[in-house]
T-cell receptor, first 111, second 112 residues
Framework: GEDVEQSLFLSVREGDSSVINCTYT??????LYWYKQEPGAGLQLLTY?????DMKQDQRLTVLLNKKDKHLSLRIADTQTGDSAIYFC???????????FGKGTMLLVSP | KAGVTQTPRYLIKTRGQQVTLSCSPI?????VSWYQQTPGQGLQFLFE???????NKGNFPGRFSGRQFSNSRSEMNVSTLELGDSALYLC???????????FGPGTRLTVT
């Protein structure tokens, strides 16, 4: 079955870069997403990448996809304290709208 | 454009009762999906509705049901509540099959 794995916790200092990693098992995944969840809030879509792409950049965010290893990463440049949140990786298989999520990575940014 | 709205935001119910949660998608979106979020299981897919038809269903018991109206608003119902149903219920809307899904703020359900 489908499975998405993430490390649970990452701590960085303000101004550093953060890299959050994710692995998935479904080889038919066609879309991979990154969502952000702040305490008491819903999920905010940050960015997504099609499986035929290697990289996508959007302002401070860079997504890298290694399809051979089924590895996805999210790099946040110049991390700010406001970036502290839980980050979820999710995958969607072609033809289906269902998202399969990882357990989330808690990012803590200290001043 | 207004985002996804969910009502109520917080709910406290007793075991054995039933509950109905509501979700209004982004204007023009026809697909609504529901997810349950708990600390132990994380985010799990419940079901998805598109143009008033259930298009996909997750692995949840029959106590969990839903529907979608002609204006794309959706409701989910949980009957005979159990303590383990305590969770954040999230609704997501999209315009169709391929597009990204936008989530609402969720309804926090506590079952006592």
């Amino acid at each position: 079955g489908e499975d998405v794995e993430q490390s649970l916790f990452l701590s960085v200092r303000e101004g550093d870069s953060s890299v959050i990693n994710c692995t998935y098992t479904d080889s038919s995944s066609t879309y991979l997403y990154w969502y952000k969840q702040e305490p008491g809030a819903g999920l905010q879509l940050l960015t997504y990448i099609f499986s035929n792409m290697d990289m996508k950049q959007d302002q401070r965010l860079t997504v890298l996809l290694n399809k051979k290893d089924k590895h996805l990463s999210l790099r946040i440049a110049d991390t700010q304290t406001g970036d502290s949140a839980i980050y979820f990786c999710a995958e969607r298989t072609a033809g289906y709208s269902t998202l399969t999520f990882g357990k989330g990575t808690m990012l803590l940014v200290s001043p | 454009k207004a985002g996804v709205t969910q009502t109520p935001r917080y709910l406290i119910k007793t075991r054995g009762q039933q509950v109905t949660l509501s979700c209004s998608p982004i204007s023009g979106h026809r697909s609504v999906s529901w997810y349950q979020q708990t600390p132990g299981q994380g985010l799990q897919f419940l079901f998805e509705y598109f143009s008033e038809t259930q298009r996909n269903k997750g692995n949840f018991p029959g106590r969990f049901s839903g529907r979608q109206f002609s204006n794309s608003r959706s409701e989910m119902n949980v009957s005979t509540l159990e303590l383990g149903d305590s969770a954040l219920y999230l609704c997501a809307s999209s315009s169709g099959f391929i597009d990204e899904q936008y989530f609402g703020p969720g309804t926090r359900l506590t079952v006592t």
